[in-house]
């Protein structure tokens, strides 16, 4: 027979899917011997059965019956007692948290004869009536849909009656009139009376919650996070009690560790005389933890030993509310607490050296998104100042520094030792060195995954984009910053990267510790030695390799001081940023075989020292070169521009020949679609002595570092394949220059591979392994062919709105679409090791450094991934654990990255954590 | 044992494969008894070997010697005999045909003293020494590679010593002089005298025939022809004959019915005292072949008799070449006829009612691709004229008229009665009234998948584009055509949109006869008849169903006419061209909610009126709706030019608001990548008045016909889906809107679909399956996001240099990618079934008439395609085929289709064809 009903205090493990978390966590303190206000949980199964058939199932009026009875017994006085009466609160409670979603109605059992019971037995008819107010108001809103607006109203207008402004201030007299107007509204809306039997109320507001399910806010809250809409929810109903009886009573929380540093010690607040939601609204000043040893004692001892029941029994940092009444210490509910990321790490570090946890479980106890937390440089905590300007978030970090338009102006006033902050409307490619000079970036235009943001994510570099309110005046060199105000070039203004505030003025910045060590410096700390130590055990345990994704020798150096095992991505393309354009606009734009020949003998010059200082800091580590990937129109004179600039010169009396030729240049090579153009591999085949160029200056240097006495381990990759025979074509090119350069210089060691980032490739991915000896995964380009999204485009005029509307949880370049793209690279591996058993395969690209995307690759058997050198511990870190649980659960993968994608780490402190169930710490004011 | 040399009179199948097909043809007419000339073939096997070990096989000498003596033993003269020497021809003949690629070489066995032994058997000294120059130079050039420009130098040297202009003007003295300088040319560059002797000659010519198979070209032709380099070619080793003995000798060319038409009779020419190659090159004129009958009865009569027992024999038309000498006929080669479309048919449908093919048979006998020849207007044969301009040969058909150069010109002068001709740089969706009005488009700008040639295709328009030598200047309204030419607007041009011939002035065209039947007027003759018989067959054995993409009632009462059965994609955004891109901009770029409101409004008429006329045309039969799917820059101000205008009319003094506006609303809007940007469901969910609004419209319209009394089939569908959230997003509006209208005007029915476009929706076809009762795959996005080519760019720029280099064999655009496109419809209609056996899967866009898509598409089970009205004819044919391909041959479907894109039918005329091995047919001249 299936039981719709447990107590509380029912032997067995707690069934979390039955019960919802909130009865179980009940359930359990219970089974530890906690003191625990007694009551019982209908299950979620009961609620489906509601849901399912609009009518609670058969039987469990009964069984409510049954227990409610049972619990009259326990507590010794009955529900509807006129003398002392049994007061009841009744709660949500899904098996995965749902903060604030769903209904709960506090103090079921008052009527209007109750109430005067209570009153008696309390000595406080205000108390006892405000009780009777606050049930009629959440009994109307949740059973009967009654504007909560219309009880407010009630309220408001008896203050101003009584002149008086807090609702404390209302005397027994004064609430008796709030509680006669709302009764009245019942019959204006409900069209019926407050239901006076403390039976039908109980029943009545167990359905109400059932049926809380389905509202509209929980529904939108399930869909944004991913929540199956078929689970229900339990209803907890439980004996009130009560803080606020006197001196001897009160209410507090308590976390077993400090939730802010991880530190040992009584940390929380307690507040006498009091009911939980005082002390979260602050109508009063609680005072710490530890002033309770002065007050109570023997409560205080009490809850120390509750405190190490709970942190034994979950081995890890908890999170109790209780409350005291009348020296009686009760436990309304504990749970593993949140914590910052800093204590995070030490908390997990901690319990390994004290023995309660193994090394193992503590690398699962600390994320890669709270190692990125604790890597960036931060802001203090605010200062009153108010934002000049909202962006997004899109590259956390603090920054303060001048305004600078343009990215020479960035790069001559860093030069001369000032911080400044590039102001964009956006930015493009030849922006680079401005960004590079820069401490922040901000742009008016583009999403989290613009080029501003790309960019400055991978250089750890924080970044605010898309604060639509700027209007950038290039003219006037200032910045219109919406309601008439300017800043100027030269202002010195603050960016948060972490919150997309932008404020005028500098605000003081704290520096990462992490950031410190991991460059060389700082060496100490409990905060670094936790860090390191869980950091040396992903190491030991992790499969995938990590690599770095780096342009230059210098962004090499910090890759490998991060720990990176070699270069994953070498983007040749970034090699002809700013002034180097035009070398690689001569070769394509060459008018004569004269004009291309000298184009590409300089081309050839440059490459080869850029490669030689490459593989010269990279030493014998593997450095993956990928052959030019550039979209024509990042490289080449822009359309709209030069019409401009030749209409207008035309207009004046004739544009120069020059200007006539980029003008012809310009339309020639336009391109509708460049991100689908002319580029990649298409480039390398069009114009076939690019690749000789590079692959020559490539090999040329490799032999340069050997014959120095250096180590090289090279691999060369073809960019955008789409079919083999592109990746022949190529091949053949290559081979021969390095038949070439064997002959003059001896052999020079290469692997040969290709990108994978159409989805043609992925699915010929057979075909592509006969050539290539490794797959490299460009998960970028990748996603904006799989899902047919521009990713510039779409991240700023679809993706806020797919956001908004559910359609979508989180951006697929964010982190990995395992369906869609995912799906498309696991079978690519299969294919390929099917045809090539030992063929390598890599991620490069932003999912590289994403920690669930990390777990999806190293479940599908990838061997390494490479991400921007900032992101190299994280990957780590992340390698680490997604060895460990594809070890311990590789079933369970899936629905354990699903939880942790849902609940990601909340940054704020844990204090300002608004959602605690306040209301349970006691209903009495 | 191996054996490597077969003689043609070897018993048994001659297999193609070993013996290549020209050695396995002439062993089957040896078995038919007809008069071949003896000869041996090495296999391709000997070939493989030696091209694998750089050696011939073990024993292959041996084997040569065997069967060159019975061959000397049955012509009863020997190779080397001094008095009468035998004379071999040697001669590739790979498996599959690859004409004039690979090396042939006469004559072998003639020496310093055989050529004095032939002049005098022959008695004609002149003809003897002619041989044995060519035997030089075709030996020269084969076996040692000395350069064919040498020998050329040498003629052309002796030529004007001589003072004269042709070779046969040549007397013996002077070719003496040629083949004493040609043997001077062995010492200098092959080191060696040419071999004296007649065994090594023949033993080199073979190995080099071998090599040959690695030729460049021969390599290359294979490349673009997708035929496999391990195969290898046979050699065929024959005995000489010659048709220029005497009076009583020459060579012919024979039909077994009339190539060009099909016509029953006799059909060839016949040249007496001639070899075959004078019959090609036409030195002295052919006499029809009916005159052999009075030049030679006997002769005449053995031919017929041939020819009968070869049609017998193929059950086809064959072409035939014969010799004869001195009275005696020889037939030199024999195949099933090249012929032209309009033979193709009547032939087929002529065997059938001659009995000696099935139906079946008969409808394999015919392709699409002729039928689509047989549909265009073409012009009469070459006058004379010389081409103004040439571009890509984007839509066939051949049009005159006048030329304009914007769509207004076009629209204003056709409505005068006027023909015209659409000149511009390229065309966009706002041409389409200017397309609609012109007899033909001519482009300077874009690829055979550019908006004219797409467009211009689905209509059946005459198009030439890419013409890049045209400069198109609007204010002067003339068109430079290079070298200093231009013609004006008003000029009248001719545009032969199957050779890409632009000309100057009015050709003259012949009109389709089937199209006329098909829009109902002609309704006789031979043509008309078979062409009927085969589409009835057809239409009786095709599993897949044929609808038509149509946008306007006109277009699809056409697609009726041509057979459709229903429309399988309307694409609601092409109503929106013209003026009417203004509604849709109003909407989009709305400054606040009245103008908004306003703009919808007016939309909902104009798409009530729409559809209306839409569903009262079908009248019943299925009509598939799909949502607005415009990328934004085909309807919103374009950026460059108005930027321009904005830049020159601040200039002026000021520019008006509206242009300001104009400009501010292109900036704001403007998108790196249209393609892959806000458009299709993106569009829909964040404006989702728009999908009201259609929907409302649909069923409104839907209502008002069957309310008429009329029958409604109504698809309504959902573009560019990438995930199946988007899908349920826009599904729940379409339904809330279904049942307003149904609470209204009473139940609407419809079934809700959608497009397949993006990777990510094949992928997760399973998981649209839930919402989706159809799947619409719209091949053209998806090969362009499968293989990231923007299909213009691509074709613009990378395309033809693609072909050029043999790394793809034919645009993907062309016919579908079954690698890579193909594998993706193939898993989502296998993932669909699975979750909704029901659904229904069709195709829509080009590949939907495209020949071999067609049968790939029958062979995954997809139930219907959808093409232009145009190709609704060829759809219906292919289908057709390919159910009857499916049904004999399931698993030889790949390699027949292979077979079938690397020979499509050759529409030139046959007589022009002159790889025919015309050297066989003597050599003497």
């Given at each position: 027979m299936i039981r719709y009903v447990h107590s509380?205090?029912?032997?067995?493990t707690p069934d979390r899917l039955l019960l919802g978390g909130k009865g179980a966590d009940l359930a359990q303190m219970v089974q530890l011997g906690l003191p625990v206000p007694p009551g019982f949980t209908i299950t979620t199964e009961a609620c489906r059965h509601y849901l399912e058939n609009g009518a609670e199932p058969p039987g469990l009026q009964r069984e409510v019956s049954r227990d409610l009875a049972l619990l009259e017994e326990q507590v010794g006085h009955r529900l509807g007692d006129i003398a002392n009466p049994l007061l009841l609160a009744v709660r949500s409670g899904a098996a995965t948290s749902m903060p604030g979603m769903m209904d709960t109605v506090l103090d079921?059992?008052?009527n209007d004869r109750t109430v005067v019971g209570l009153a008696a037995v309390t000595g406080d008819e205000r108390f006892a009536l405000d009780c009777y107010r606050r049930l009629l108001q959440m009994f109307g809103e949740t059973v009967?849909?009654?504007?909560?607006d219309l009880f407010a109203g009630v309220l408001d207008a008896v203050k101003a009656e009584r002149g008086v402004e807090q609702d404390l201030e209302l005397d027994a007299d004064a609430v008796r009139v709030v509680v006669e107007r709302n009764k009245a509204l019942y019959d204006q809306?409900?069209?019926?009376?407050?239901?006076?039997?403390p039976q039908e109320q109980l029943s009545l507001a167990v359905d109400a919650v059932f049926r809380s399910w389905h509202s509209d806010r929980a529904a939108l809250y399930r869909r944004r996070n991913g929540i199956?809409?078929?689970l229900g929810t339990a209803v907890n109903v439980q004996v009130m009690v009560f803080g606020n009886r006197g001196p001897r009573s009160g209410s507090g929380v308590a976390f077993t560790r400090d939730p802010a540093t991880g530190d040992l010690g009584d940390y929380g607040e307690y507040l006498p005389t009091a009911q939980g939601e005082d002390v979260v609204s602050g109508v009063r000043t609680a005072v710490p933890l530890a002033h309770l040893r002065d007050i109570d004692l023997a409560s205080y001892r009490r809850l120390r030993s509750v405190m190490g029941t709970l942190e034994r029994h979950y081995r890890d940092m908890c999170d109790i509310e209780f409350t005291i009444e009348e020296g009686r210490l009760w436990i309304l509910q504990t749970r593993v607490g949140k914590r910052s990321p800093a204590a995070a790490f030490r908390i997990a570090a901690d319990l390994v050296e004290e023995g309660w946890i193994t090394r193992d479980e503590a690398l699962l106890r600390v994320t890669g998104e709270q190692l990125t937390q604790l890597m960036f440089p931060r802001f203090e905590a605010p200062d009153g100042r108010k934002e000049l300007a909202v962006g997004l978030a899109a590259s956390p970090g603090a920054a303060v520094g001048r305004v600078v338009l343009d990215s020479a102006t960035a790069v001559e006033w860093a030069g001369r030792g000032e911080d400044v902050i590039l102001v964009r409307k956006e930015t493009r490619p030849e922006d680079l060195a401005g960004m590079v000079a820069a401490k922040g970036v901000l742009t008016s235009r583009g999403g989290r995954t613009s080029h501003a943001a790309v960019v400055a994510r991978a250089m750890g570099l924080p970044c605010v984009c898309g604060a639509g309110a700027l209007e950038i005046d290039l003219d006037k060199r200032q910045v219109s910053v919406g309601a008439g105000r300017t800043i100027a070039e030269g202002d010195v203004i603050s960016l948060d990267g972490a919150s997309g505030g932008v404020f005028l003025g500098a605000r003081r910045t704290v520096d990462s510790e992490v950031v410190q060590w991991l460059e060389g410096g700082l060496r100490d700390g409990e905060l670094i030695s936790a860090v390191a130590g869980l950091l040396d055990h992903a190491d030991a345990v992790r499969r995938l390799r990590i690599r770095a994704n780096a342009d230059t020798h210098e962004d090499a150096a910090r890759a490998m001081r991060f720990g990176a095992e070699g270069i994953g991505l070498c983007r040749t393309e970034h090699m002809f940023l700013g002034d180097r354009r035009t070398y690689l606009q001569r070769v394509i734009l060459a008018a004569d075989e004269h004009e291309r020949t000298s184009a590409l003998a300089q081309l050839l010059r440059l490459q080869r020292g850029d490669f030689e200082s490459l593989l010269a800091e990279t030493d014998g580590q593997v450095t993956a070169i990928r052959l030019l990937d550039a979209p024509l129109h990042e490289f080449l004179p822009d359309l709209t521009q030069m019409a401009v600039r030749v209409a207008l010169a035309e207009k004046r009396g004739g544009a120069t020949r020059l200007d006539r030729r980029r003008l012809a240049d310009a339309q020639r090579v336009h391109e509708e679609n460049p991100m689908t153009g002319l580029r990649g591999v298409r480039l390398g085949i069009v114009h076939p002595d690019l690749v000789r160029t590079q692959a020559l200056a490539l090999f040329e240097a490799a032999a340069d570092v050997r014959d120095r006495g250096g180590r090289v381990d090279l691999e060369l990759m073809v960019p955008l394949v789409s079919t083999a025979a592109e990746l022949e074509f190529v091949q053949t090119l290559v081979m021969e220059v390095a038949e070439d350069v064997a002959r003059r210089r001896g052999d020079v060691d290469f692997r040969f591979g290709t990108m994978v980032e159409t989805p043609r490739a992925a699915l010929t991915a057979g075909q592509l392994a006969r050539s290539a000896e490794f797959l490299s995964f460009g998960t970028n380009d990748l996603t904006q062919l799989t899902w047919g999204f521009s990713r510039d485009d779409v991240e700023r005029s679809v993706l806020p709105r797919y956001l908004d509307a559910g359609v979508?949880?989180?951006s697929p370049f964010a982190s990995i679409d395992v369906d869609g793209v995912g799906s498309l690279v696991k079978s690519a591996v299969e294919q390929a090791r099917a045809v090539r058993p030992e063929i390598a395969a890599g991620v490069c690209g932003e999912h590289g450094g994403d920690p669930a995307s990390i777990h999806f690759f190293d479940g599908i058997g990838i061997d390494y991934v490479s991400c921007s050198p900032f992101r190299i511990p994280v990957a780590r870190l992340e390698a680490g654990r997604a060895a460990l649980l594809h070890r311990s659960e590789p079933a369970a993968i899936g629905s354990r990255l699903q939880a942790e994608v849902g609940t990601k780490t909340d940054s704020r402190s844990v204090t300002a954590d608004t959602t605690r169930d306040a209301d349970t710490v006691g209903a009495r004011r």
């Open positions: 509380f205090s029912s032997f067995g079921i059992g008052l009967f849909g009654i504007p909560d809306h409900a069209g019926r009376p407050m239901p006076q039997d199956s809409d078929d979508l949880r989180q």
